[in-house]
């Protein structure tokens, strides 16, 4: 899930962010988790500003170098 950039800073990925936690909380879940690009610093941010903690990296390999190279946002 993302909130494009012109809805940005408007309490919109906070509504978002607070109704995910709720319907997760509602269904028994014990945690959520958030996954993005380590370029996306924003969203780091944001992911902090609601709480959220760094527990862990994530690494990747590409097995098609001669298509994709280093590390893309993916839009």
Known sequence: MAVRDKYR????GKELFN???????????LQIEACCNKLR???????????MNKYHYKFSMN?????IKGNRLGI
């Open 41 to 51: 610093t924003r969203a780091h941010s944001f992911y902090e500003r609601q709480g």
């Open 9 to 12: 800073s408007n309490g919109v």
């Open 63 to 67: 097995l098609r170098y001669e298509e």
């Open 19 to 29: 109704k995910a936690s709720e319907i997760a909380k509602d269904n028994e879940c």
